[in-house]
């Protein structure tokens, strides 16, 4: 399959405008509807395979104006329905199509702290692009208006720019705030309260703050200058950021309200406890749950061979056993890792896949071999507890379950080996208990996820949650959605002075 380059892409786009510009604006709906969806530019799938370098590479000038045009400003907008933070979109969308970015990306950070982030990782096909018309008109989600690539554009070049201003501060109230946990969710609260003149410490048990987005989603898809331009804002706005410090070890929860002088605490210590299969062999060396696989590279930067502290296990074979984000990402990462082989099992089919298809797509062109109506049995290994091997099951689809998805049926005595020497376990990540454990008082529900009412707040008066904690593991703009609600349920707290 041909990849057209960037320029190809921009080429395209240009001569389509110029034909637009001689013909008459604005343009019929029918004329909007035949205007080609833009295609992202990526870079090249074979060179990307040893390169940590972000896979796309984002609109060109003349793409975003073209892509802006085909959006038929729905009197309803049903894409703002479906994006979490109501986002005006067709608002924003004009905007770009007028040329006026500055007035777009203004319109966007009416409801979003993130857009650079959300731009690149929201599951927009399942969110703002799913209801768009014109996807509807077309028969095809896939050709809905690429609402996330024209945000994308304009929060880059908002930040390449130097124009992202520091958000202005109030004076000091004299109340504190503890953020617990440095994902979207707490940077969220963090930068809500603080522009309120509150003192704001997050507290944030790795060394580096930004939680999935830093050790989880990986730097081809999120490069993590981004993420920690976030960070610097928030630093620049007064935010202290206590790193190495976990709430539950170092401090108790209640112990920095009741004796450290918080008048109030949020928590959006997200779903960091990964699942595993409970199968024979789980314990040799060589098998690893995605979260570790994907810190020790993105954190602790495993890939930088020679230079990191914390090496990796070096694969030829590696399974990853999942079909998610986490299974695509971690699969993705191996590749780049130097493995030789990468296979992704997955005990239903690909249209039962909860990953972005986007995703699946960078994958297959990466080279990573799917396998589907296929499971783990048990993981094999040699005399040194060191895996060799993967005994697996076919599986054919059954009725629905719950889910409403087909549920995978074991076909008995279709057990088979697959000779790997790393197995990656991507099956999901639950909430981590030991805030729950350590805080008398704390209400959780029997996943152990944090219950909060319908500003946020937890059984303990004046303590919020947000994010993975409370929604289970989630999306990062659901999480930015949560801790907007509970900044600013803390804000009208502290102005009427109860806790
Ligand atoms: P997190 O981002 O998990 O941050 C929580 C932080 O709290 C962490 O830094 C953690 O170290 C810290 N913490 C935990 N316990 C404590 C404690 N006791 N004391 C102090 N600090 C603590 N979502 C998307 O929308 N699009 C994607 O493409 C996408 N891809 C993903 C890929 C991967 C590999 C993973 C794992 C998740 C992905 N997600 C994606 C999900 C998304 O990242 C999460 O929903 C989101 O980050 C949740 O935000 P949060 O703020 O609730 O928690
Ligand atoms: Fe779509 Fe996400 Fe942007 Fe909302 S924040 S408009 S869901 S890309
Ligand atoms: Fe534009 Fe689609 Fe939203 Fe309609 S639904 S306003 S076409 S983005």
């Given at each position: 399959m041909s990849h057209p380059t960037r320029t190809q892409l921009e080429q395209a786009a240009q001569a389509q405008l110029d034909a637009l510009k001689a013909g008459q604006e604005p343009l019929k709906p029918r004329e909007r509807l035949a205007l080609p969806a833009q295609e992202m530019p990526t870079r090249d799938p074979i060179a990307r395979r040893k390169s940590m370098q972000e896979v796309a590479l984002g609109y060109t000038e003349a793409q975003v104006r073209l892509e802006a045009r085909r959006?038929?400003?729905?009197?309803?907008?049903?894409c703002v329905q479906g994006c979490p933070v109501r986002i005006e979109i067709p608002a924003f969308i004009q905007a770009i199509s007028d040329g006026n970015d500055a007035e777009a990306i203004a319109i966007i950070r009416r409801a979003s702290l993130l857009p650079a982030v959300c731009g690149r990782v929201c599951p927009q096909e399942s969110q703002c692009?799913?209801?768009?018309t014109v996807g509807k008109s077309l028969k095809d989600v896939g050709k809905a208006v690429m609402i996330g690539r024209l945000e994308r554009y304009v929060a880059d070049l908002e930040r390449e720019s130097g124009a992202l201003a520091t958000p202005a501060v109030k004076s000091p109230t004299g109340k504190r705030v503890a953020v617990i946990g440095s994902g979207p969710a707490g940077i969220t609260v963090a930068a809500d309260v603080r522009r309120e003149g509150h003192e704001v410490v997050m507290f944030e048990a790795f060394h580096k703050p930004g939680g999935v987005l830093m050790y989880g989603i990986p730097e081809f898809r999120l490069p993590k200058a981004i993420v920690q331009q976030e960070i610097e804002t928030l630093r620049a706005m007064g935010v202290r950021i206590e790193t190495n410090?976990?709430?539950?070890?170092?401090?108790?929860l209640l112990d920095l309200l009741e004796k450290d002088g918080f008048d109030a605490a949020f928590i959006?210590?997200?779903?960091g406890l990964p699942n595993f299969m409970?199968?024979?062999?789980?314990?040799?060396?060589g098998v690893f749950s995605a979260n570790e696989y994907l810190t020790r590279a993105n954190l602790m930067r495993a890939y930088d061979k020679g230079r990191a502290e914390t090496p990796i296990y070096p694969s030829r074979r590696v399974a990853v056993l999942g079909g998610g984000n986490v299974a695509m990402d971690s699969a993705r990462m191996a590749v780049r890792l130097g493995a030789e082989e990468v296979h992704l099992i997955y005990r239903r089919t690909e249209a039962e896949m909860p990953a972005r298809v986007e995703e699946v797509g960078h994958a297959k062109e990466e080279g990573v071999i799917f396998h589907m109506l296929e499971n783990a049995k048990r993981v094999v290994g040699d005399e040194y507890g060191r895996v060799t091997g993967l005994e697996c099951l076919c599986y054919e689809l059954g009725a629905p379950d719950k889910s409403g998805r087909p549920r995978p049926v074991e076909i008995a005595g279709s057990e088979f080996m697959r000779e790997v020497d790393t197995v990656i376990v991507a099956i999901g990540n639950s909430s981590n208990p030991l805030i729950r454990q350590t805080t008398a008082g704390l209400e959780t529900d029997k996943r152990g996820n944090i219950v909060v009412d319908a500003d946020g707040q937890t059984s303990i008066p004046g303590v919020y949650a947000g994010g993975d904690i409370v929604l289970g593991a989630a999306t990062v703009i659901l999480a930015m959605g949560e801790g907007r609600r509970a900044a600013a349920a803390i804000n009208r707290r502290l102005a009427g002075g109860t806790l």
């Open positions: 959006c038929l400003q729905c009197r309803n907008a049903p692009q799913l209801p768009c410090f976990v709430v539950g070890r170092t401090r108790k959006g210590s997200g779903a409970n199968i024979p062999g789980e314990n040799l060396v």
